[in-house]
Every structure is written in structure tokens, then in C-alpha cells.
């Protein structure tokens, strides 16, 4: 878009725009000076003179674009305009209006022939990511140009007035001269079809682009819609030009201003076009376009100020203020209609016809100009004699009824409406290797299942049009059929008839045999658990015997939305933010032989590289802590020791905790000098460890946490008690912290990493590690996602201090998903466990074996009532003898999770969904789980095959440390394990360590 021949090709067509506007307006000035009586007349002559052309000679035109190389027909008629303004200044010198009629037709019969080459030197220059930027650049620049050719050309004979015109006529062929040398730069483009033979006789290349248009539906209902906006355009320009005078009695100069207002809406719009539809052709902003445009109308219609009072201004603001304001909104609507459509028709166009149907589009657009003329003279004084506000009343609702029977005609772009409307309304789409989709030709598509509106979202990232397969009851549900059916969905269940079942799934086949997409979620069922469901074998029937590719996708970040199940509960929810970022990824193609086994890992696979991309994690750990729990006054931070910083407290609330943890970073920063990286923190578990860890990430430094730390400075009981006794008030902190919005408070306030792989945070207890701001983040969210985490939840945590789960789960969970938090020094003492585990209303807990079997020795039961999940995050074995006495005793079944000392937890059994007809495995018996959805999990040397045993590797954005990409890169654990096909981990108990 910055290319210098892109560029010239820009001024090119900028500078022809603006000439043939100031020559046809200053023509029309000159009517208006010199034959008053005769204005009307004359001035439609004048109009005709121009538009005639467009339609007489729309054939030859299409046939000189292919035949001939477009650059070189740009040069030409560039070169031609100055031979035309030359005449026009002859025809202004000797005020000769039969001359400057000449000139005018002579200058339409040029841009007849620009146009074709114009948009298809823009077709042929730019692929389809590019092409509707490329087209909101040409549209914005030429109705800027028309804009300035207009107020240039009205006043151009009021200020030569008594003057010889010949001489500021002169500029014409300036403007002309410039052009043409700016054409010069132009790329140049070998002939599309050198070969064509031009013909006196038009009919037979008007019937060939009729019949390339007519059987491509798409084709025609574009440049039938580009013929509709083109007749409204040239009929509100009337009806404006008379609602300006006869109701807003504004003089002929501001009416000028009225209707060039629109003509800058349309600008903006283009521009508005151009980054709503990102790198694709977005039909959906059509129908959006026209429904605003006819609302917009509709409202200019019912302003009526009414006659002018005596005194009263006609160019008051409140007269003039929602007239001119609806005008531009219809502006911008117009480009949001017209910039998609003209893209369309240059991308779907074939290569060899390219400007034999480009000139086809455009002679339908003038003919929607005429046709205007005959509307206006119906809606007039010819047959209704409508006043002006009945005029654009009847316009807006004729444009709503032709609104709706285009989206009946082309689904296409209903549903690209549709999609649009949730992909910016209430999720933020982003896509990952969209050419992943084949750009023809047939294939299967498989995608995870995630949440009621994939298929849309699916639809409107796709740049071609996908079938899906469905289950039938949802598909028979009476008040959404119409839609499946425009989304061509293939109904389909387990509980069909087998021969309606194959006749389902021959007719998905042929549709890929026929060349089309066609998308199954292979799980069956949309999840419950928020973890990928089994794969079923049914698209291999689908594939059988068919060599088609199979393209694995992945939709991530709707787990969590109002339409996925996340909490038990769909719709009846409030999203955690809005727009949800969701990413698409596109696998590289499998063959028709994969296994259901091997396109679930590559889905999971697509998974772990895409978090980073659908996670906007634009800060670092302690700013995002910062930005979200700047005003909690929960109490959300529990220890099983007092607080040493905190004057004995054992609980604080986050707004407390952090304007502490910034006196305390006060208090001690200014000691160390910049060699001071790495702050050791060994302290027990408890809110003096967690103060000490957000003080030094806050002071732009790393902690290293356990018992033997050891680091460039320390922050120990001693340190702690001698900076408690010369500390800095909090006061001024929690003043800030409810005055100043949080996030400009983080950035003034906070040292933040820019490098989001700088590390975080390092461990120090049975094995030494580090873990970076990305990775915290996002094993964090994989623990968040699966569990539900949210602010009703308590999160209670006695793994082991020093590793790297003790925190992410105990500290860092609570205090990014806003959950209470408690961190337990010494889970040997029952009683003080049990009372902890009651005051901080506990929800969920993280033990290890070892701790579950004291619990149930010890704690009683009504203390753990409120628990709704118990995690025993170990690599030993959780055997039956424990789950039974745990669940005898405290009436809730510990489930077993993987986690290493330096890479935190990996994966976890969650609870069954059960319900009416609803089933759904979180728990296997024997596993350690599902990775979190933030990780994938293969097993060295399975190639593809079930509990095949082998040493565990895992990808995934939480394991970005120490220089590893782990998004990007497989990581070898030191344990062997065996992977299921449903995705369970099992360790292999001879070789995992003790």
C-alpha cells in the first residue's frame, strides 16, 4: 500500500477524479451565469452528455481493458485529458457552451475507458487481504477528489467575472499534466487477453458478460447491488440539493455543502471499510451499510425546522446540526455499502473477463443513475407530487425492502452480517494461518467444539463459504432451521436410521467431491468441562475412499463466553471481558487416512501455539495484578502466619495487600543499586512471602522464592522487621488506588517488563527454575479455564513452597482471577488447617498425597463443606484405599493432578458433567488427567497410537522459560507416561520418581 507505484497510481486516478468534477461543475456554473432562463435544460443536457457514455460504450470499454495492458490504457487517457481540457479551455476563453459540450462528452467517453483499467489494475495488483484496503484507498481519494472538483467549479466563474475565462482555464490542462505524469509511475501489467478482437458490434460481448454474470450468482447480486447504491446515491444527491433549499432554506453555496458532506461520509466510510474488514473481503458490511444508510435517511426525513423565524439564522446549529450530521451518517453508510461490493466484483471476476465484466458493473451503475431521474419523477411533480421529507421517507423504505431481498437472494452476505455483527460485538476475532483453508477446491474440516456459535464464527473468518454437519434435533428446532439452511448445515445423529445416517454423510462427500468446504466437530457435543472431548470416527466415512484433504482447526478463547457452558450455566452469565478475544488457527493439511487420534493431537497442538495470540497479554504479571484488583475490598489474601509488615494481621483485603507491597518496595528499592537483579525471598509460605514477591516484581527486579534462595539482595524476617519499624505510610497508596484509574496508576507507578519472556519469578526448592511473565499468565488461565475459577472461589494451596505450582495456584491464581487466596505454612496441624480452610470460605484445594492422608486423620468434616474440588497435585499414585477414605470422610473425591517442581501444574482430573442426556468424562481413574488447555502432550515414539509408553513431552506458552519457546517448542519431561486416545496422561509408576 506504500509502494511508490501504488502511490502513483493513487494521484493518477485522484487527479482525474478532480479534474472531470471541476470541469463538469465550473460547465455547470457557467449554465447558471450565462443562460439562467434555460439552467434546468441545459444543465441536464450537460449531466446526460456525461453519463451517456457509461452506458453506450461500457462493452468496447471491457473489451480494450483484456485486450490491451491497463497501465499502459491509464497512460493513454491521462495523456488524452490533456488534449480535452485543451479544448475545454477554448470552449471557456470563447464562453462556448456547443465546445464545452464536446469537451464534457469527449472527457466521459475517457473515463468510460479508464474505469475498467482502473479496477482492474487494482484486482490484478492486489490478492484478496489486500484488495478491499486497496479499494477503501481509491474510493476515499476519489470522493475527496469529487468534493474539492466541486467547490472548486462552483465558484470558478463567480471569481473570473469579467475576466477571460480562457486564462484560469489554463488549469484544467495543469491538473491534466500532472496526472499524466504521475501514470508514468504506474506498475506496469501485461494484457490479460491480448488476443480479443474488438467488434463495431457490441451485443455480442454485452450477451457474453451477461452470461459470465448470470451463472455466478454472487456476480450478479453484486453488481445488481452496485446498481442499486449508485441510483440512491444519484437520487438522495437530488432530493438533497432540494431539501437543502426548500426545507433547510439554505442558499445555493451551503446546499453545495450539504450534498458534499455526504460525499466526505462516503470517504470516512471507505476508510471504515478498510479496517473493519481487516485482510478479507467482508460481504457481511453490506447489508450493515444498507441498514444504516436507510435509518440514516429515515432520520434526515422527520427533521423538519420548519420556516424561518424572523432573525433567526439559516446556518444555526440548531437547524442545520442533525440535518448535516444525518447526511454525513448516510455518507458513511454509503461506503460501508459500495467499498465491499466493488472488491467483490474485481476478486470474483475471472482473470480472462476481468474488465469485459468490470465495464459490465459499471454500465449497470449508470444505469442506476438514469433510473434515478425517472425516480425522482415519479416521487415529484411528475406523478405523487411528494413533498421533500415524503421523498426520503419513501427512499429509506424502498432501501430497506431492497435490503432484504438482496440478503434473501445472496445468504451469503446475511450471513457474513451476522458474523460480523458477533465477531466485533462480542468477540475479538484473530486468525492464524487462514491459508491454511484451501483457496479451492474440496476439503474436510475439523474443528474443536466449544460453544454455540463456532459454525458463525467459523463462517465469518472462512474466506469461502462452509458446510457443517449437525445434530439433527438442534438442526429441526423450528425457530433456527431458516438459519442452518442458509449455513447449509447436514443434519445428522447417532440415533438415525443407518441408511439415513450414510445418505447424511454421502451427502457431505459429494458437496467435497463438488469442490466445497464442508466442517465437522468431531467431538459430537459441545463441551461441558472445557477440556477437548473424544474424537468419534465418523468423518472417516465422510473421507473414506476419497482422496481429499483433511484441515484440523481450532477455536480458542470461547470457553468462557455467554454461549459456552463454562460454570454450568450458557447465556445466564456475564462474559469476563468484552470483546472476548478469540483466535482461529488453521492446521497444516492431514491425509484423508488420519486417525481420530492424530487430528485431536494436531488440534491440541494448534492450541498450545495460538494462546499467546488470543491472550492479549500486553503486561506483565504484577501491572496485570495491578489493572484488575486496584479497587478490591475482598478479603482475599489468607495465611496460616501473621504478618509481620501487616502488624500481626492474617488477612488483608487486595486493596490493602497492594498499597503495602508498594510501601514496602519504597521502603527497601532505594537501597539497591542497579546490579541488584535477583531479590531472594526466604520466607514462609504467608502474607509477608506474598508482599515481599509483588514488592520486588514491582520494583522491576526478579524474587526468588524457598528456603535456600539466594539472590543479589534478600528480604528475609530480619530485613522485613528493621524495614517495618522505618516504613513509608500506605496511606498515600490506598489514597491513589481509589482516586487514580488503575491502569494509568500501574503505568506511572510500576517497573514493568517490556519482554513478556524476561522472567518472573524463580523457584527454589526440590528443583530450580524460572518461569516468565507469558508463562505465568498462562498456566495460570489453563487452571482458570478448566476449573471455573472466578470471585465466588476460594483457593486454598499447601503444595510445596519453593515450586513453581505452590504459587502459580496459591498466590498468582487468586490474584488474577479474583478468587480469595490462602497459603498454608504448616498443613500438619489439622485443626489450625480446617479453620483456615472455613475462614477463607475455601472452594478448591491443591494438597499432595501425603497432606490428603492428614486431612482425613485429622481435620473434621464441616470445616471442608464448602469444598467443591480437592486437586492432589503429585507423581505418586493416588490409590483407591485414600479416594475411598477421603470420600467416606469428607464426602468429596481428591482428583489427581501432574505438576513439576519448575514448570508447575501440567495437568488435572476435573469433575463429570452429568445431566439429562448429558455426559461428559473429566476423571479418569488411574490418569493424572488432561493437560490444561494452555498445553498439548504428546508421548516420544507413540507416533499416533494409544498408551503407547514413552518419555512425556509438552508445548505451550506456560512453559516459556530459560530461553525456551515453549509455544513453539516440544519440551522433554523426565518421566515416561502413556496418552489415551480421549487425551488422559498416565505416568507409568516403575520409572516416576519418588
Sequence with gaps: MRSRGFLAFLATQFLGAFNDNFFKFAILALIATNAPDDRDTLSS?????????????????????????????????????IAIMGLGVVGFALQSLELLFVAITLMSIQSTVFGPAKYGFLAESFDEKQLTRANAWVSMTTFIAVVLGQLCGVPFVALADGVDLGAPAVWFVVVAALGLVASLFVPKLAAARPATKISLDPRPELGAAWRDVKDSPVLLYTILGMGHFYMLAALLQLILLKYGSDVLFLDERWTAVLVATSLVGIAAGSVLTARWSGKRIELGLVPLGSLAMSAAILVLARVEPGPLSVGESALSWARVGWPFAATFAIGVAGGLFSVPLQATLQHRSPAASKG?????????????????????????????????????????WL???????????????????IGWLITHTLYRLRTRNIEGIPASGGALLIANHVSWVDALVLSAAAPRRISFLMYRKYFDWAPTRWLFKLLRCIPVASGDAPEVVQASLDAAGEQIEAGKLVCIFAEGAVTRTGTMLPFRSGYQRIVGGRDVPIVPVHLGGLWGSVFSHEGGRMLWKVPRTLPYPVTISIGDALPSSASPREVREAIRELAAEAWPEHRDKAHAVHVSIMRRRARSVRRTLFADTPSVWLGGARSTSCHIFLASALALRDTLAPAWGEHVRRVAVPLEPGLDAQLAIYAIMAAGRVPVVGAEAQGDAVIDAVTLATAFGARRSTLRWRVGLWLVPSGWLASWTLTAARDLDAPAIEWCGSMSGAQSHLALHAGVEGVQEMLSVDGSDGVVCDLPWGEAASLQVGMFLPLLSRARGALIANPTDGRSFGKLVDASRGTLLFTTRDSALNIVATVRREKLGGLRFIALVDQQAADDDLRRAFVARMGIEPRPGFATPELGLIALNIPDVRGHGVFQRGTRRGTWGHPLPTLAARVDGAEGEADVEGVLEVKGAPLAVGGHDGANEWLRLSVRARLDDDGFVTLVPSTTPA
Design 45 to 81: 443536457v450537460a449531466q446526460g452528455l456525461f453519463a451517456l457514455p457509461f452506458v453506450v460504450l461500457a462493452a468496447w470499454s471491457g473489451l480494450l481493458a483484456d485486450k490491451f495492458s491497463k497501465t499502459r490504457i491509464i497512460v493513454a487517457m491521462s495523456a488524452g485529458e
Design 399 to 417: 432501501s430497506i425492502v431492497g435490503t432484504a431481498v438482496s440478503l434473501w437472494l445472496l445468504p451469503e452476505a446475511f450471513l457474513r452480517f
Design 356 to 396: 469485459r465484466l468490470l465495464a459490465f458493473g459499471n454500465m449497470i451503475s449508470f444505469v442506476g443513475i438514469f433510473m434515478s431521474a425517472g425516480v425522482l419523477f415519479v416521487l415529484g411533480d411528475g406523478v405523487l407530487s411528494l413533498d421533500v421529507p415524503d421523498m426520503l421517507s419513501t427512499v429509506g
